[in-house]
C-alpha cells in the first residue's frame, strides 16, 4: 500500500500517494475532471508494478482534486503550474540515482509534457496515455458530453459533471494546441485501440514512439476493467527510459 | 465518403463496432437495435461513439440533436449523418 505524503504549492498542501522505496522515481500525472476517475485504478496498478520492479511511484492531486485540498473552480494556470513543478522537485528528492520518468494520461499527458519541457535535463522520459493536445476540443467535447449524459437538463456552461472549470483555466485550457517541434525527451505515446490519423501525425512531428494497445477508453468509465497489456507495456517503457538516463549519466 | 445509404449504414456499423469496442461484427447490428438495450452501451460511451462518427464524416452535430433517441440505432445515426452530408 502506498505511504500518503504532503508537500507544500501555492499556499496550500498537496496530497500525493507515494508507492516503494526504490532508488528511481516517476512521477504520474492524473487527467483534469471527469476522467480522473476512470484513470485512478490504472495508476494504482501502475504504480503497484512498479513497486514489484524495485521503483518508486509518485502520484499526486492536484489542488482541488482528489485528497488536497481547495477548491477546483479556484485553480488555475499558475497554482497549477506551481502544483507541477513543487511535485517534480518533491520526486526528485526521492530519486537516489537516474532522472524522473513521467506517466500522463490525456490531459496529464499535456501537462506531463509541459513539465518535461520547462525541466530539462532532470527529465528521462515520458509515457503519455491518449494524450490531449488540443484543449480545445477536449472541453468543448467534455462540456458536450456532460450535457448529453444530463439528457439536456439544466445545465452550467462551465460545469462538467461537478468540475466547475474557472474562468482563466478554461481560457489556459482552451489555448493548448497540438505540439509543432521535437520534444526534449523521448516520449512513448500509447494508444486505446486504433490510433487516429491526427495522432499519427502529431507523434511524428514531437518524436514520439506511437505503440497502438488492445485498451479501451478507460477514461470514460468509472469502474473500468483490467488492461494489463498497457500497464505491462507502460512500466516496460518506463524502464527504458531509466536505462537510457543511467547511461548517458554513466 | 459513402456513395449510398447501404455504404452509408455499413461505415457507421464500423464505427459503432470500433468505438465502443463491440465484440461482434458490424454487419451483427439490426438498423432498429438499440445499442443500450442490446449491448449495455451507456451515454458516455455513446458520446464517444458521435464524436468518432464526427471525425469519420467531417460532420458537426448541434448541441439541440444531442439525443439519446438520434444516436441509439443505426437507422437513427444514418438519417442524422445523411441529413449532414446533404
Same mark, same amino acid.
Given at each position: ?12 498542501? @498537496? ?12 512521477? *504520474? ?11 485512478? !485504478?490504472?495508476?494504482? /496498478?501502475?504504480?503497484?508494478?512498479? $513497486? !514489484? ?9 492536484? *489542488? ?37 520518468? @513521467?506517466?500522463?494520461?490525456? $490531459? ?39 450535457? *448529453? ?15 466547475? *472549470?474557472?474562468? /482563466? ?13 521535437? @520534444? ?15 495522432? /499519427? ?8 514512439? @506511437? ?9 470514460? /468509465? ?11 507495456? $507502460? ?16 | ?21 463491440? #465484440? ?6 439490426? #438498423? ?8 449495455? =452501451?451507456?451515454? =458516455? ?5 458521435? =464524436?468518432?462518427? #464526427? ?25 442524422? =449523418?445523411?441529413?449532414?452530408? #446533404?
Amino acid at each position: 500500500m502506498p505511504e500518503q505524503l504532503r508537500f507544500a504549492s501555492a499556499g496550500s498542501s @498537496l496530497s500525493a500517494s507515494v508507492w516503494g522505496t526504490g532508488n528511481q522515481v516517476s512521477l *504520474f500525472f492524473y487527467p483534469l475532471a471527469e476522467e480522473r476517475k476512470g484513470c485512478a !485504478r490504472k495508476f494504482a /496498478e501502475t504504480a503497484a508494478q512498479l $513497486t !514489484r520492479r524495485g521503483w518508486t511511484a509518485v502520484v499526486f492531486d492536484y *489542488f482541488g482534486t482528489g485528497d488536497s485540498p481547495g477548491d477546483f473552480p479556484a485553480l488555475d494556470s499558475a497554482i497549477l503550474r506551481d502544483n507541477i513543478d513543487q511535485a517534480v522537485a518533491f520526486s526528485l528528492s526521492l530519486a537516489k540515482t537516474g532522472g524522473l520518468v @513521467l506517466l500522463g494520461a490525456r $490531459t496529464g499527458g499535456w501537462l506531463a509534457l509541459d513539465a518535461a519541457a520547462r525541466h530539462g535535463e532532470k527529465i528521462a522520459g515520458a509515457v503519455l496515455w491518449e494524450p490531449v493536445f488540443d484543449g480545445g476540443k477536449w472541453l468543448k467535447d467534455l462540456f458536450r458530453r456532460s450535457k *448529453f449524459r444530463n439528457c439536456g437538463a439544466a445545465f452550467n456552461p462551465r460545469d462538467a459533471d461537478g468540475y466547475l *472549470f474557472g474562468e /482563466e483555466l478554461l481560457a489556459a485550457v482552451s489555448s493548448w494546441r497540438e505540439p509543432e517541434e521535437k @520534444l526534449p525527451c523521448p516520449v512513448a505515446w500509447l494508444t486505446a485501440g486504433r490510433a487516429s490519423a491526427q495522432a /499519427e501525425k502529431t507523434a511524428k512531428v514531437i518524436g514520439a514512439s @506511437l505503440i497502438q494497445t488492445s485498451a479501451q477508453p478507460f477514461w470514460l /468509465e468509472s469502474d473500468p476493467r483490467t488492461e494489463e497489456e498497457l500497464i505491462e507495456l $507502460t512500466c516496460n517503457e518506463l524502464s527504458s527510459f531509466f536505462g537510457l538516463a543511467r547511461e548517458k549519466s554513466g | 465518403m459513402p456513395e449510398d445509404s447501404e455504404e452509408l449504414a455499413g461505415r457507421i456499423r464500423e464505427i459503432i463496432v470500433e468505438r465502443l469496442f463491440l #465484440e461482434i461484427e458490424p454487419d451483427d447490428i439490426g #438498423e432498429d437495435d438499440s445499442l443500450t438495450d442490446a449491448y449495455g =452501451v451507456d451515454s =458516455v460511451r455513446l458520446f464517444d461513439m458521435i =464524436v468518432g462518427l #464526427e471525425e469519420d464524416f467531417g460532420v458537426s452535430f448541434e448541441d439541440e440533436e444531442l439525443k439519446l433517441k438520434n444516436f441509439d440505432t443505426v437507422g437513427a445515426i444514418a438519417a442524422r =449523418v445523411a441529413a449532414k452530408l #446533404e
